[in-house]
């Protein structure tokens, strides 16, 4: 008989997996909160219309869809982003500006499982509307890199690929390209890596008559810019105040980044333009230095989407981080884990015992001291050996003699040390 599997692309949370888990978001949720970032929640499920209206193509075609049993369109969420623009939006007259909210959810995608990418995967997203300056894109990447440095990866660990959308439009556009055919160039422009060049050039002949190969070169050059001043020095052949303001947007920005102390985790590369159709400014996607993997993290500013679902016009730049590429990462680095199993006091006694034992061993739960015990006592040696197992940093003995005149030996586990307490005072001894 086959015994069942996980489908591809999902995973299993054994209890060490859980654990490793829970500190990647533990340290998140920090991070966000030390940010002055509050928590939201959305549906898994949603309406499919909500993302086929503004995600773009490649989200669509990765969708997890289905008719439910009242011929609903619905969708398990690919991203948290449309959701979230559909909360804020709704209550957007009412809520304090700027609205700072983060959450850690469950995304699916049906897409290829590789490393790195698998078809079920936790995001952390951080999120700041209502402000229309550089101050909040900011905010979000030195979010970003604060999160990062807190599992201890440093600047020669990773970097974050900043971008520009809007001066990628200028260019496009400076060739002479309609603003319809925008989003379909930017589409060509982010495959570029992954696609023949020939095939690059077809397709932008198809969209600018023959002018392909020149885009195409401009391009190249265009990737290779990695600071301000080759920005500027490119922008004369483009000649276009436009183009020339909104560097100074982009040096303002990396002027603010510098006054956090965070440059060296920031390096201009327009190879990164992002996948997603709604955003309209700063993009940025955070890799790892080696560039070996996918993207750790990804985001944006993107101004139009909650006024284009329909509601007010609120200005939005976030971010999302998942689980796999930085659980990855973090494993190879082997960076120190704190999960293991965290238990206080192991509680150890025989048949004549119990009650005394498993009373204490009761109390001291409800004290919110984590507690364990052998669930059959077998002999002193035997649970003793079990403490040592689960990592306890003391055991509890109560042995007969001891305990017929109030009194049990508290062993610590590390030090073999063990001394013989009145049970009046176990917590007092367990808490030093
Ligand atoms: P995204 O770039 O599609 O952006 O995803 C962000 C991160 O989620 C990726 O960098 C990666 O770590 C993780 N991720 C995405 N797809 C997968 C997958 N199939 N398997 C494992 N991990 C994956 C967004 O989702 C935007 N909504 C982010 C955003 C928030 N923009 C503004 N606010």
């Given at each position: ?190 495959k570029i890596e992954r696609e023949e060049p020939s095939k ?28 301000i001043n080759d920005v500027r020095e490119f922008s004369k ?196």
């Amino acid at each position: 008989m086959s015994t069942f599997q996980t489908l591809a692309g999902f995973r299993d949370f054994y209890p060490d997996d859980c654990a490793f888990r829970n500190f990647i978001f533990e340290r998140f949720r920090q991070s966000a909160m030390t940010f002055g970032f509050e928590e939201y929640d959305a549906p898994i499920l949603e309406s499919m219309e909500l993302f086929t209206a503004k995600s773009g193509e490649e989200i669509i075609s990765q969708l997890f869809n289905f008719e439910d049993k009242g011929g609903r369109s619905v969708a398990m969420r690919p991203e948290m982003t449309p959701s979230l623009a559909r909360m804020v939006g709704a209550r957007a007259s009412t809520l304090r500006r700027p609205i700072k909210w983060f959450s850690i959810s469950e995304m699916f995608r049906y897409e290829r499982p590789q490393k790195g990418r698998l078809r079920s995967f936790y995001q952390f997203n951080a999120d700041v509307f209502g402000n229309e300056s550089s101050y909040a894109d900011a905010e979000i990447i030195l979010l970003g890199i604060h999160m990062l440095k807190s599992f201890g990866l440093a600047a020669e660990d990773f970097h974050v690929r900043l971008s520009d959308r809007q001066l990628w439009t200028l260019f496009i556009r400076s060739h002479g390209i309609g603003e319809d055919d925008v989003p379909e160039v930017l589409g060509i422009i982010d495959k570029i890596e992954r696609e023949e060049p020939s095939k690059t050039i077809e397709s932008l002949d198809k969209i600018c008559k023959g002018g392909g190969r020149k885009i195409f070169d401009n391009l190249l050059e265009i990737r290779t810019i990695h600071s301000i001043n080759d920005v500027r020095e490119f922008s004369k052949k483009i000649a276009n105040d436009a183009f020339a303001r909104r560097i100074d947007e982009l040096a303002q920005l990396l002027a603010r980044i510098k006054a956090f102390g965070v440059s060296d985790f920031v390096t201009i590369d327009f190879g990164i333009v992002r996948g997603l159709a709604y955003y309209t400014g700063f993009v940025f996607e955070i890799f790892e230095r080696s560039g070996q993997s996918r993207a750790l993290a990804g985001g944006g500013r993107y101004d139009n989407l909650i006024k284009r679902l329909g509601y007010a016009d609120l200005p939005a730049v976030g971010f999302a981080i998942g689980d796999v590429t930085l659980g990855n990462l973090l494993k190879e680095k082997n960076i120190a884990l704190e999960f293991s199993r965290n238990i206080h006091c192991f509680v150890v006694y025989s048949t004549q015992t119990e009650t005394l034992a498993l009373g204490q061993a009761t109390m001291l739960r409800e004290q919110k001291i984590n507690t364990d015990y052998c669930l059959d006592p077998t002999t002193f040696s035997k649970q003793l050996k079990t403490a040592a197992q689960v990592n306890a940093k003391y055991a509890i003995i109560f042995g007969e003699e001891e305990a017929k005149t109030g009194h049990a030996k508290v062993k610590d586990m590390s030090s073999a040390n063990e001394v013989v307490v009145e049970i009046d005072r176990l917590i007092e001894v367990i808490s030093r």
